[in-house]
């Protein structure tokens, strides 16, 4: 008998393997929209009014369509982990040594929406054995959940002290962290190990969201590597997120998110749901949110240029160093430019240009190759050309850019981020700037770069700045580099900006419990602890700050308590 998906419960609906989501703002227009489409399920809504939606993939052209080709906004974009002696250094050891200041992180929570948590390990337990950690919402598993939920299992503090004291604690609590990566970044932040792997806010809470691996719809659309198993959507990112900040609110306490993750899939400047969710929730007393600027700087997965005039061609040049290999690019422009593209492949065939239309989508396989090569022309805050290459030849890729229409001419060019595509490909001519990745570009994130503390150097691959947005980035730097910290298989480093944003998140934790729970600050938001670490920043003598390189300077938190102290 054939199942009618509309009649279908939610909970359900959503685990259909047909199913897939996307993201829109819930207006009275668009309520009305759905009113007349029974196959679109509304799921949870966001502060911002943003809801993330369910359909049957085979309806998602067809409503992308309908609501105007917001590409940005409709579809979700991938995010991967940005991981590839720093107490000390950032004046952190300093300020939990300070008995007056008497800091630690208390009744101050530090969420990760990430590859899981293992609780089990004692860097997640208090002095008594119980656990630090508030919630688990794991959305890989079927299981338990609040009403408010629609997928995974949530388990509650009170679930995993059971687990913790029973001889088999996965058998109560099954949640696992196969990667690693959230396990290690909450170690950094709040381990309550007392030796030289104590976290930055050892008696902060923990709040762990474990991302499902991204829809298989998606990472065909972006061809994505199918063997990655580190591919998440921004959607399932956004209710992590809401699931961390309800749960704060629900039990009254502060709040640092650290976002470990990041994606090229945008045009770096804040102008997402995500980044705009950042941004709204920063602006509330107790919320602050530190990104990491990402791994991107030398990966030569972006270049820019300008078309200096209407009718001018400009050329952007890849290489591909490994035959039958597949991958997506997003070139973005202001949206009051018209820009159209040719494509030639390395043996000389030629695609040739395809005029611009908003909501074009034009495809061809090659004559003598076996690629198939895709250009999508859309609009909304930018102008964006979307190309997909499927099973490349090897050797050089040049995209002709025809200026149709130009107002400045510039454009901007990204590739996927270092882990979601094929190393031997990357651009003839890029460009270290303009690197940060989404959604550290958001605008109210704290955003931070790394450095190696043992010799005082920029980390190699620390993302630079400038954003499209109006402000510098990244804020500051923060030890990245053979950082210690905690892994499910027992202790080790990471080397990565998602390390150092954890140090900067337990920094930015022990901020909060002095200004919020100690009453010196009631009002502190995210942009006043982002002002206050990036007063105590070390800054050398010589070097103009802010720079694209390390922001307003090197953290110390040392530093930003003796600058309150003088002020």
Known sequence: MEIDENALPLDEFINLPTTVDFNVINTDRFKLFVKDRPYIRLGTELANEVVVAYINKEYINKVFEELGYDFLDFFPKILSPLDSKSNEVSGITQILNQPALNLSGRNVIIGFVDTGIDYTKNAFKFEDGTTK???????????????????????????????????????????????????????????????????????????????????????????????????????????????????????????????????????????????????????????????????????????????????????????????????????????????????????????????????????????????????????????????????????????????????????????????????SIEFLKPTPEYTIVFPATSVRSITVGAYNSFDGSLFVSSSWGPTRLPRPAPDFVAPGVNVRGIFPTGVGTMTGTSVSAAVAAGAAALLLEWGIIQGHIASMDGSFVRTLLIGGCDRDEGVIYPNNKWGYGRLNLYGTFSTIKES
């Not at 209710?239 to 961390?244: Q, R, T, V």
């Not at 078309?307 to 400009?314: A, L, P, R």
């Not at 030849?393 to 981020?417: C, E, F, H, K, R």
Request: aromatic share 12%; charged share 20%; hydrophobic share 35%.
């Open 133 to 423: 950690i508030l919630g688990i919402w794991d959305q890989t598993i079927d299981g338990d959940r609040p009403e408010t939920i629609h997928y995974g299992s949530v388990y509650t503090s009170d679930k995993i002290n059971e687990a913790l004291k029973s001889d088999n604690p996965f058998s109560i609590v099954p949640t696992i962290d196969e990667d690693g990566h959230g396990t290690f970044l909450a170690s950094v932040a709040a381990s309550n190990e007392k030796n030289e792997y104590i976290g930055a806010a050892p008696k902060a809470y923990i709040v762990s969201v474990k991302l499902r691996r991204a829809n298989q719809f998606y990472i065909d659309l972006y061809l994505l590597d199918h063997d990655n198993p580190n591919l998440y959507q921004s959607t399932d990112y956004l209710l992590g997120m809401k699931f961390i900040f309800d749960l704060s609110e629900e039990l009254n306490l502060p709040i640092v998110m650290c976002i470990g993750m990041g994606s090229n899939q945008s045009g770096h400047d804040g102008n997402t749901f995500l980044e705009d969710y950042i941004s709204f929730a920063s602006q509330r007393a107790g919320y602050a949110v530190v990104a990491a600027a990402g791994n991107e700087s030398n990966a030569r997965h972006h270049t820019q240029g300008n078309i200096v005039k209407t009718g001018s061609t400009d050329t952007v040049s890849l290489k591909n160093g490994r035959g039958g290999t597949s991958f997506s690019m997003f070139i973005f422009a202001p949206a009051f430019e018209k820009i159209s593209v040719s494509i030639t492949s390395p043996t000389g065939e030629v695609i040739t240009r395809v005029p611009f239309k908003v909501g074009s989508r034009f495809s061809q396989k090659l004559l003598f190759e076996d690629t198939t090569v895709s250009v999508e022309y859309y609009k909304d805050s930018n102008m964006i050309i979307f190309l997909r290459f499927k099973d490349t030849t090897q050797g050089i890729w040049d995209i002709i850019l025809y200026g149709d229409a130009i107002v400045t001419g510039n454009y901007y060019a990204w590739l996927p981020i270092t882990g979601q595509i094929d190393p």
